[in-house]
């Protein structure tokens, strides 16, 4: 059971868009900055997202995320074949005082 | 350009011990927070452990309090995780990952992301 609760599974056509959900606590998505994660079959992790909403310099602009409260929320426009992975949203716990990772969501383009 | 290279996995037995290393080239290692992210199979992502710049500052996940250390030798940029009382469920690919932060004032600081990650080790757990 992830302290950041994701949904295990998102698909769409090419060319449209998915929107993948992160929920959390005041103790965690609440009071810190969230991070979106990309894991393609048999690689490493990879940073999309940081604090929030900024993308690292090579990420292209079809990935965007946002946050609101306790929730955090992950966009995939254009979708692509090369968009198939895990996304996992992450961010640090102050109760916890650890950093926490959403459950991952599958993303399949159909 | 970054690279993070772990070593060390492989098969132990349950009650047994392994010790993880991650060589860090391309950056500044010293002025670097890092950390141990572990995925078992079938599972999700799981922060395990993370040190600061210096190795003062270290926290842990429950999971493996009182069983794994983190330690850093920056002389040497490389990373340790040293695993003892193993169990089953420490089955896994092991990642390090360096913290995204910056430096100021002569103080290091994480700004709670992970930007590069090595290319993981497999630890399995198995009697």
Do not use: H
């Not at chain 1, 949904?7 to 929107?19: D, F, I, L, M, Y």
């Not at chain 1, 602009?61 to 692509?80: C, E, M, V």
């Amino acid at each position: 059971q992830s302290v950041l609760t994701q949904p295990p599974s998102v698909s769409a056509a090419p060319g449209q868009t998915v929107t993948i959900s992160c929920s959390g606590s005041s103790s965690n998505i609440g009071d810190s900055f969230v991070s979106w994660y990309q894991r393609l079959p048999g690689t490493a992790p990879k940073l999309l997202i940081y604090d929030n909403n900024k993308r690292p310099s090579g990420i292209p602009d079809r990935f965007s995320a946002s946050k609101s409260g306790t929730s955090a929320t992950l966009g995939i426009t254009g979708l692509q074949t090369g968009d198939e992975a895990d996304y996992y949203c992450g961010t640090w716990d102050n109760i916890l005082t650890a950093y926490v990772f959403g459950g991952g969501t599958k993303v399949t383009v159909l | 350009q970054v690279q993070l290279v772990e070593s060390g996995g492989g098969l132990v037995k349950p009650g047994g011990s392994l010790r993880l290393s991650c060589a860090a080239s391309g950056f500044t290692f010293s002025d670097y927070y890092m950390s141990w992210i572990r995925q078992a199979p079938g599972k999700g992502l799981e922060w395990i452990s993370y040190i600061d710049s210096s190795g003062t500052k270290i926290y842990n996940a429950d999971s493996v309090k009182g069983r794994f250390t983190i330690s850093r030798d920056n002389a040497k940029n490389s990373l340790y995780l040293q695993m003892d009382s193993l169990r089953d469920e420490d089955t896994a690919v092991y990642y390090c990952a360096r913290e995204g932060g910056y430096c100021s004032g002569g103080r290091c600081y994480s700004e709670g992301y992970f930007d590069y990650w090595g290319q993981g080790i497999l630890v399995t757990v198995s009697s």
